[in-house]
Each structure stands twice: as C-alpha cells, then as structure tokens.
C-alpha cells in the first residue's frame, strides 16, 4: 500500500500492495477494520479526510499501547540497576543533528512520476517490481528503473532519483531564519547522548550503564504504507547503553537476547521473528554493527527492531560540536575514556501492529463464525469483563457492579458490560482481546454465590465462587 502523497478516497480501504497475496491484504484489511470498529486506531485528521501517515489511537489502542510500553520500561529500567530511565525534549538545537549527521546523511531516495509529480520511494518501486535493493547505490537505482522499464502506480515514467532528508524542520521563535531552524527529532537517541553528561554528574554510574527513553520521533516519510507499519509520527522505545570499548560484543550479545526476551514478554510468536546481519553498505553511517528483527507482518518479512553497535562515533561527534568534554573516567582502571555504545531501539507502532497480526484469528463457536484477537493477558486492554446476565434486573446487575469493583481493586485492568444480550457482549470482549468474561447469574444471587468464567479462546465457561476468583484468574495469568 502506498498512501505517500495520495490520500485514501475511503479512509479504511487497504490498497493492496503488488506483492502481497489476497489473503495477506485481507487480513491486513480485517485488522484495520477490527481496529477502527472497536475503537483501537483511527486515521489521522480522518473528518478531514486524513493526514497520511499519521493515525490517531482510541481507548483501546491507548491501553494497548499502554501495557507494551509498561512491559518494555519495566524489563529495560525498572528491573534493572544500571538503566538511566529519560525524557528529552523533542525539539532541539539544531547542532545536535548537523553533529549526529543527521542534516547530512538521513535521507531516502525520492523519485517523482513526471505527469503527476507524485513521489515515491525509488527502492519501493524497485521491490515492488522484485528487485532486492539491499546496498544499492543511486546510480545502479537509476540504471535499474530504466533497465526494468518501471513506471509509477499511475503508471507513468519516473525521473532521476535523488536524496530526500527526511527530517521535519521547523523554526522556534517569532523569527524564521537560519538561526532559528530546529528539526521534530527523527530517534529518540539524540536526547539521550545530550544528556550523557548530566546523567554522569549526577548520578556518577559505573560502566557499563545505560539510558533509557520511549517518546515521540518525526520522519518525513516518502512514502508511509502498511497501515501503522512506516509512519511520519512514530513513537520509539531507545536504549543508549555506555561500555568499554574492548566490551562492546558480550554488551550486544546480552541485549540480543534481551530482545527476544521483550518479544515473549508482548506474547510474539517466536517462530515470526528473524533476525537479519545487516552487511556493510546497509548499516547506517554510524554503525559497525547492526542486528534487525524481522516479523513476518501480514505484507511479508519486514524490520520490527534495531541492535546496532554505534562505536564511540556519538559521543566523540558531540563531544568536538559542542566544545564539551564527554569523556568518563574510569575509577576501577584510573582512565580516562570515551566510552562505546549499544542502541536497542524498538518501534512502538510497529510492536503493536506485530501483536495485533499474531493475535488476529477466526474460528467457529457454537455452530457461529468468530473474529477474536488471541491477545496475551500481559498486553490486552481488559484482563476480565464482568456482565449481569440481564441489565434489567437490579439485584444483577448490584452484585455484578460489587464483583467488578473487587476485582478492579486487584486487576485494574477490568470494564463492565451491560450492552446488548449476552452473546453479542462475549462477542464484543473477543474482538477486543479480553481474556476473561465473569457473568452473575440468578444462581449468584439465588443459589451459591458463584459466576461463570469464560475462556476467550475456547468458549469454555467454568463456575467458580466469588470469594476464589482472584486466585482463579491470577493462576491463569502468570
Ligand atoms: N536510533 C536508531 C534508529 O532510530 P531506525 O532503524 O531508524 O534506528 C528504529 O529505527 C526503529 O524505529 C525501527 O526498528 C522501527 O521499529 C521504528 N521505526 C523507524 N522508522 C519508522 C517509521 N517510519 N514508522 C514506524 N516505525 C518506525
């Protein structure tokens, strides 16, 4: 799909992209729909007809969100004693990214359909069309889109490719010049190496130590397809981790794994994720190493997450723009050095459109056809729903208000739902991922004090006593 400069005539319709097999886009377009039914993900600006690549996330995509945000702060910072948790601005002086080459190097490459003048990302095309454009250079692009003969989606000829930055500027202050030109950031990273001085002065870390940070970055995308998958507003989840020089492998081997590891934590079906050795020529320019984790998303193997072993090129590119020294002297071996670094750096968009593509299934219940969303308890909006079987009959619906008010003091994560007759209200929670629902019945307030608990996944409903749902449910969390 290709939403670059051509907005969607009807918001949610998904373009199908060449390469993808029906059953890819529709699934991509069953998650769509599903995500702007049930109040997950809108797109951008939408009543006025849209912003591409910008989406707008509703209650449930919120609390989504939420809980993978939650899930990676709490492995990456909290768990831990040698994370710097962050929160820099977004706007910054722009001699941070002319340092970081960023002005310079953070480009895409742009053709324009020469009727239209319509832009496109040249290496899009070129895949589209089954080249593979790892580590091409612009002149083999150029020669490629002549030699393949390959026109625009309009179908018109394409011009030569040139260099596009993708970052977004902007001025700060009443005054627009030079001087004042600041740039929405493209990655988090920038506010963190900024502010390796601070956290040092401050908190005087031993290496090697890290600084953590999840926030919004901006690219002026060329072209933002695939729903959420390449947007223009992202949000990142970085880590800038500080180490020795002569420590950088065992550093990037633990945060491999500790990769794989936050992927079990938002309930990725491992055997979707892959990892790709990015050879030289495609790393970016200041990495020596670079892992990415591939997820097979409905559209076909793309990058979830980055591993990249960026050297001292940061700290030493600032420390000489800056004029400030950003060295670390270390106690243990009475040096003085500029220390290395790893960069975890993991896309939140993208983590949630991966769970949203493992989670979507459909099967048959009870002789009816179902679309539910397999979510792991650890992710999903609501853990439990809580129904009176009938919304009409006050005492129901008082001991289900009593029973959803315990459990909330427990599970937080819990809604109550009177809303239609019983089968659509099971309906509704499994389109939304909710992993259990507690219905009160006549014989919770008639007969034992029990309620049914349904599982999400098979329909199957139990009775368990009030006064043991707590641990019912917690045992089936953990
Ligand atoms: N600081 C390193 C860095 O920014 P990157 O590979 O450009 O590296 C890191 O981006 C991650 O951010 C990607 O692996 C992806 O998850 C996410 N990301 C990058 N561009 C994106 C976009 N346009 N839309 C959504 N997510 C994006």
């Not at 080249?131 to 026109?151: C, F, H, P, Q, R």
């Not at 040092?200 to 940070?213: E, Y």
């Not at 792991?376 to 609501?382: E, I, L, W």
Request: hydrophobic share 35%; glycine share 6%; with cysteine.
């Amino acid at each position: 799909m290709c939403w670059g400069n051509r907005l969607p005539k009807k918001p949610f319709t998904f373009i199908v992209d060449t390469h993808m097999t029906s059953e890819e886009s529709s699934k991509m377009e069953k998650i769509i729909s599903l995500c702007k039914r049930r109040g997950f993900i809108y797109q951008g600006s939408e009543i006025y007809g849209g912003l591409a690549g910008t989406w707008d996330y509703g209650p449930l995509g919120v609390a989504l969100k939420k809980n993978i945000e939650n899930l990676w702060w709490k492995r990456f910072v909290t768990d831990r004693e040698d994370m710097y948790g962050m929160d820099a601005a977004i706007l910054m002086n722009q001699n941070v990214w002319k340092a970081s080459g960023h002005v310079d190097t953070f480009t895409d490459p742009l053709v324009e359909d020469v009727k239209t003048n319509k832009r496109y990302r040249a290496d899009h095309l070129l895949e589209d069309a089954g080249v593979d454009t790892k580590g091409l250079s612009i002149e083999k692009m150029n020669a490629l889109l002549v030699e393949k003969k390959i026109k625009s989606p309009d179908g018109n000829p394409v011009g030569e490719v040139r260099l596009f930055n993708m970052m977004l500027k902007t001025n700060v202050g009443p005054v627009a010049d030079e001087t004042s030109i600041s740039y929405l950031r493209p990655e988090t990273a920038g506010g963190m190496f900024v502010n390796f001085k601070n956290i040092v002065d401050t908190f005087h870390p031993k290496m090697p130590f890290g600084m953590a940070q999840i926030g919004k970055a901006f690219r002026n995308e060329i072209a933002p397809r695939d729903f959420i998958f390449r947007v223009r507003e992202l949000e990142q989840m970085e880590i800038e981790y500080f180490v020795k020089p002569t420590t950088w492998e065992e550093n990037f081997e633990s945060f491999r794994k500790e990769v794989w590891n936050f992927t079990e934590d938002i309930g990725l079906n491992k055997e979707h994720v892959h990892e790709l050795e990015v050879a030289d020529g495609d790393r970016a320019h200041y990495s020596k190493r670079t892992i990415d984790f591939e997820f097979d998303f409905p559209f076909g193997k793309k990058e979830l997450y980055g591993l990249a072993y960026r050297t001292d090129f940061d700290l030493t590119s600032h420390a000489k723009a800056s004029s400030v020294d950003l060295s670390y002297y270390d106690e243990e071996n009475k040096e003085r050095l500029v220390p290395h670094v790893i960069e975890p750096s993991f896309g939140l968009g993208r983590s949630i459109l991966a769970v949203l593509s493992d989670a979507y299934s459909e099967d048959e219940l009870g002789g009816e056809k179902r679309s539910f969303l397999k979510l792991s308890p650890k992710v999903a909006p609501n853990l439990i729903a809580v129904f009176p079987l009938l919304k009409n009959k006050p005492a129901l619906v008082e001991k289900a208000r009593e029973v959803y008010k315990e459990l909330k003091k427990v599970f937080t994560r819990v809604s109550f739902d009177d809303n239609g007759n019983i089968g659509k209200r099971y309906r509704r929670q499994d389109e939304i991922g909710t992993p259990f629902c507690v219905t009160i019945d006549f014989d919770t307030i008639e007969k034992d004090n029990t309620v049914t608990v349904r599982d999400r996944d098979t329909g199957e409903q139990v009775r368990v006593a009030i006064s043991d749902l707590v641990s019912h449910i917690e045992k089936k969390v953990v």
